[in-house]
């Protein structure tokens, strides 16, 4: 399942998790701030959701913004580091995106907050999330989209062909927002929605932004990524890029964050759905001149 | 005294692999799957639900 796709090393991605936990508090002020919006978009629900996933949990962010909001009494987080689930509390377990321990119609909710970019098999993974909702239970997830550090990505470039002949994958690839809304449709899911948000972030140089990157465990995980150590002056060549290219006149950098957010439901009888071909009750020239009628003659 | 493995959590969690059901060995504090011949652990009570995590269960532990 999902080898034949492999964009990311999992293993790694795990990594720089389990790295990330033991200082995350320091660095996880975009978690925190996406993991408020996402749980906002509960108070336009009128539903209560009792039975909740919190999936790449990362250190429990969306569980403390979430504080009472969707009739939430019982949350389970799971993160692929089991020193992230550790550092969330409550009630956690360790787990794979790509392989969730959830018996069908377990839960009302998962919420997913920046984690699912990261999966190899999204898919598959979205297969499995439908499964592990009961009918009519909400998917709220957020991932990082394409636009997503594309001042980081053209100062590596630069960097790369400069000082070493050649340019590899350095930052990894993001979700397309314009797939998005097909692959939930496609996973099962019904009323799909995806949409797209813009944080810009304003860092003193470019190097604290790569600080800060490590100490997420946002870093790259591309699987045929270069391996081994990045040459130092690789690395300062593209910091020198990053600033001549994007520093303001206070000589800040930004670093563009693209949030894409996917909002959909497990089918459930209730909701609206378009009618089957032929099954209209009203017969549309009717409904185009005058009083519409019952369609009066039998199916064939 | 090793912490009990949360009730709630025990009712829905199934094999990543297999979706099949888990038994849960509070002696070695594992949740043992055994369609998949594999024995995830708990550790502070949080299950390890990770295939590469898992213990391979030998022949005479089986109950299938």
Known sequence: MGDDIRIFDRQVVRLHRDRAARDLARHDFLFRETADRLVERLDDVRRRFPVALDLGCHGGEVGRALNGRGGVET???????PAMARLAGGRRVA??????????????????????HWVNDLPGALVQI??????????LATMLGGETLKELRHAWMEAEL?????????????ADIRDAGGLLQRAGFALPVADADTITVSYPDAMRLIVDLRGMGETNAVADRRKGLTRRATLFHAVAAYQRAFADDQGRVPATFQTVTLTAWAPHEAQPRPLRPGGASIRL???????????DDSPP | MTPALDPKLLEILVCPLTKGPLRYDR????????????????????PI???????????????S
């Not at chain 1, 787990?95 to 699912?116: K, Q, R």
């Not at chain 1, 400069?162 to 993001?174: Q, Y």
């Open chain 1, 75 to 81: 949350l389970v987080q799971a993160d692929l580091s």
């Open chain 1, 95 to 116: 787990c794979d995106e790509e392989f969730l321990p959830f018996a069908p119609a377990s839960f009302d909710l998962v919420l997913s907050n920046l984690s699912l």
């Open chain 1, 130 to 139: 439908r499964r592990a909702l009961k009918p009519d239970g909400l998917l």
């Open chain 1, 162 to 174: 400069a000082e070493e002949g050649g340019a590899g994958p350095r930052v990894s690839p993001f």
């Open chain 1, 285 to 295: 020239s009717d409904a185009l001149n005058g009083e519409p009628r019952p369609v």
């Open chain 2, 27 to 46: 002696e070695r504090q594992e949740l043992v799957s055994d369609k998949a011949g594999l024995a995830f652990p708990i550790r502070d009570g949080i």
């Open chain 2, 49 to 63: 639900m990770l295939a590469d995590e898992a213990r391979p269960l030998d022949e005479t532990e089986t109950r």
